[in-house]
T-cell receptor, first 115, second 115 residues
Framework: EAGVAQSPRYKIIEKRQSVAFWCNPISGHATLYWYQQILGQGPKLLIQFQNNGVVDDSQLPKDRFSAERLKGVDSTLKIQPAKLEDSAVYLC?????????????FGPGTRLTVL | AQKITQTQPGMFVQEKEAVTLDCTYDTSDQSYGLFWYKQPSSGEMIFLIYQGSYDEQNATEGRYSLNFQKARKSANLVISASQLGDSAMYFCAMRVNTNAGKSTFGDGTTLTVKP
């Protein structure tokens, strides 16, 4: 079974530029998560999709971040314009279903550096 | 709101000894799941163990066991017979049954296994 795929693995941009990350979850997984992990901290949930609907985006900085999950499969996360404090690893995860149970499977992450 | 607290930023353990990593949580939901993940220096997030809030027995997975004390709202991870490969960051996480399983992570504990 293929795991969660993310691209790119690394990205370096200058502040005020835009960037997009792509995630392909495990086939059949209805729930998809985007996390931001700043160095030395735990992952912070940015947005959670159930199929192609958003179930939680309370911690997404909506003035600069956007995300979509077309057709309930792939997802993209965009930052426009980027700030220095957006430097972090962006993790995508998926699970078979939402709710309390079921482990999340994580992708390898995208390491973003904003100069 | 959900909260996970990991009070040990760093822990050391001698190879072959057991170690306990602390985790306390806060939620008003009655139905929730508790997870532990391992993140080696390579960055991938590896699922270790799961405990449901209604599970009466403590979860075990090989050398990992979860000491679940519901009244105290604690979910400590016990690693028996530590190995050098156990050196990593360990995260406690919670998902509640409302909000389609909103996920919250702690800030982690760095475990170093000494030879």
């Amino acid at each position: 079974e293929a795991g969660v795929a993310q691209s790119p693995r690394y990205k370096i941009i200058e502040k005020r530029q835009s960037v997009a990350f792509w995630c392909n979850p495990i086939s059949g997984h209805a729930t998809l998560y985007w996390y931001q992990q700043i160095l030395g901290q735990g992952p912070k949930l940015l947005i959670q999709f159930q199929n192609n609907g958003v179930v939680d985006d309370s911690q997404l900085p909506k003035d600069r971040f956007s995300a979509e999950r077309l057709k309930g499969v792939d997802s993209t996360l965009k930052i426009q314009p980027a700030k220095l404090e957006d430097s972090a690893v962006y993790l995508c995860a998926s699970s078979f279903f939402g709710g309390q149970g079921g482990e999340q499977f994580f992708g390898p992450g995208t390491r973003l550096t904003v100069l | 709101a959900q909260k996970i607290t990991q009070t040990q930023p760093g822990m050391f353990v001698q190879e072959k000894e057991a170690v306990t990593l602390d985790c306390t949580y806060d939620t008003s939901d009655q139905s929730y799941g508790l997870f532990w993940y391992k993140q080696p220096s390579s960055g991938e997030m590896i699922f270790l163990i799961y405990q449901g809030s209604y599970d009466e027995q403590n979860a075990t997975e090989g050398r990992y066991s979860l000491n679940f004390q519901k009244a105290r709202k604690s979910a400590n991870l016990v690693i028996s017979a530590s190995q050098l490969g156990d050196s990593a960051m360990y995260f406690c996480a919670m998902r509640v049954n409302t909000n389609a399983g909103k996920s919250t992570f702690g800030d982690g504990t760095t475990l170093t296994v000494k030879p």
